[in-house]
């Protein structure tokens, strides 16, 4: 079956420039999560939907980071007046369900889209 | 305060059994230790999950402390497959990754 699919794969941005990331998850799963990588690091949690509600944003480093999902399963990751630390790949993960804020299920991870701001 | 700690890297020789630590000493009582797997330029993989007992799947085996202040994967006989970054992660209320243990795998 379709596995979580990621759009644009690479994106290259200018500094100051706005950015959109689209996540396609799982069909069904009710858990969408948003991560940062950067080179050699793991993955960094920035938020989590359980449905169209976004439960918990506190990882977003600021501001300029919003994320919707506002029917409950495409996500859009969007990133405004982008700076070069932003840099980095940005990951999407689904999972079938949580328990309110809980998830304890597996998740499933797409390819990512790596982010370069010149 | 790191919500999980990973040596940086091991080796292992091909069909030998691999032993992966992760400490997670500040665990809260409710999370789930789940361990994924990642390759250049992919997502990570799901490998194994639990939280207190001892845990088995067709990939690993998962060994978790009585304390649940550490786990441990267990690969029982590594192939060049496996040859990958691992990451031991929290979750439950929050999501928590370390920064990984790269396996390399001899032939």
């Known amino acids: 079956g379709a596995g979580v699919s990621q759009s644009p794969r690479y994106k290259v941005a200018k500094r100051g420039q706005d950015v959109a990331l689209r996540c396609d998850p799982i069909?069904?799963?009710?858990?969408l999560f948003w991560y940062q990588q950067a080179l050699g690091q793991g993955p960094e949690f920035l938020t989590y939907?359980?449905?169209?509600?976004?439960?918990?944003k506190s990882g977003l480093p600021s501001d300029r980071f919003f994320a919707e999902r506002p029917e409950g399963s495409v996500s859009t990751l969007k990133i405004q007046r982008t700076q070069q630390e932003d840099s980095a790949v940005y990951l999407c993960?689904?999972?079938?369900?949580?328990?309110?804020?809980?998830?304890?299920?597996?998740?499933?991870f797409g390819p990512g889209t790596r982010l370069t701001v010149l | 305060d790191a919500k999980t700690t990973q040596p940086n890297s091991m080796e292992s020789n091909e069909e030998e059994p691999v032993h992966l630590p992760c400490n997670h000493s500040?665990?809260?009582?409710?999370?789930?230790i789940h361990w994924y797997r990642q390759l250049p330029s992919q997502g990570p993989e799901y490998v194994i999950h639990?939280?207190?007992s001892n845990v088995n799947n067709r990939m690993a085996s998962l060994a978790i402390a009585e304390d649940r202040k550490s786990s441990t994967l267990i690969l029982h006989r590594a192939t060049l497959r496996d040859a990958a970054v691992y990451y031991c992660?929290?979750?439950?209320?929050?999501?928590?990754f370390g920064t990984g243990t790269s396996l390399t795998v001899i032939p």
């Open positions: 992660s929290r979750t439950g209320n929050q999501f928590y």
């Open positions: 993960a689904s999972s079938l369900a949580g328990r309110g804020r809980r998830v304890y299920n597996e998740q499933f």
């Open positions: 500040t665990i809260s009582g409710t999370d789930y």
């Open positions: 939907f359980q449905n169209e509600a976004q439960l918990d």
């Open positions: 069909s069904g799963h009710v858990s």
């Open positions: 639990g939280l207190t």
